[in-house]
């Protein structure tokens, strides 16, 4: 379905891709795609930065694995997406290769070519598709606050080249084709794309931060109902939301939202206080009652595409 290497295992899932240097063979899977096709409501969640598959070349690489995982990745993330999709019988994407090695929210173009081994396809120019490289964060991360540079030394440009097409390339090629398998279906598809951030700091004395940030491209990824149905949903629930800001969500909503199509995108990230410990390095006692709170979000968002869907003259509610 995905690419030659994808097969489908007892229980439906389907193993797409390949991490270069890992296992034996054509290396381990790069994600893991379940869609069932009887899924009870019309939403996709994924977690693209929550892979921990660390080739031992990759590891041996960097200049402090331990610190630069513990930074990069979304710790844990999969765990709660696998726990809220059990619940509500959502599709589930889930990445395994690393973000240190690739990061499936940057566009491809998004390369910092002075740290690869190798000219670059082509003349290279300053503008949105490389912004995040050149702040250190780009396709391959390269620079971490209170580390400096992540890498020994650079990376050949045949490795960059084996990432992107074995793992950047069939991840997107799977995750358009599950919205377009549930938009198919229903009318309407969201993908709620997952992640976690650091505690943001106060604005001002006495100010108490966002615990979540709902972000849709100032509008463009999504119908607005929708992202106005999320914040209502948190206020409710009496925890702390914010809208775009400082997330807005990156390149993978601007390459799969298509809301005038009906494919709805939303990333919502997760302050790391609210289901991790205090290391921000494993699941927290809290981590439970998270679940349960962006179980009843991702159903109450489900009934809403599934309205899109219907193309209902109702308006969607906001509360």
Known sequence: MHDQRSAPDPAGTVFGGAIPGSGAGAGEPAFALHLPADTPIPVLIAAPHAGKVYPPALREAMRDPGYSALRLEDRHVDLLARDIAAATGAGLLVAHAPRAMIDLN???EDV???MVQGPPPGPVRHSLHNRRSRSGLGLVPRRLGGLGEIWKGPIARVDLDARIEQIHRPYHRALAEALDALRDRWGAALLLDLHSMPPLKPR???DRPAEFVVGDRFGAASDHALSAQALAY????????????????????DRHAA???GLHAIQLELCRTTYLD???AEPSARAPAIVRLLTGLVRELGDAVATLGRGSAQPLAAE
Do not use: K, T
């Open 259 to 261: 809301p005038q199509r």
């Open 106 to 108: 940057r566009s491809c």
């Open 204 to 206: 001002v004395p006495g």
């Open 234 to 253: 948190l206020a409710r629930n009496e925890r702390r939301a914010a809208h775009n800001r400082p997330y807005a969500g990156g390149y993978i909503l």
């Open 278 to 280: 205090a290391a921000f």
């Open 112 to 114: 910092d070519w002075s």
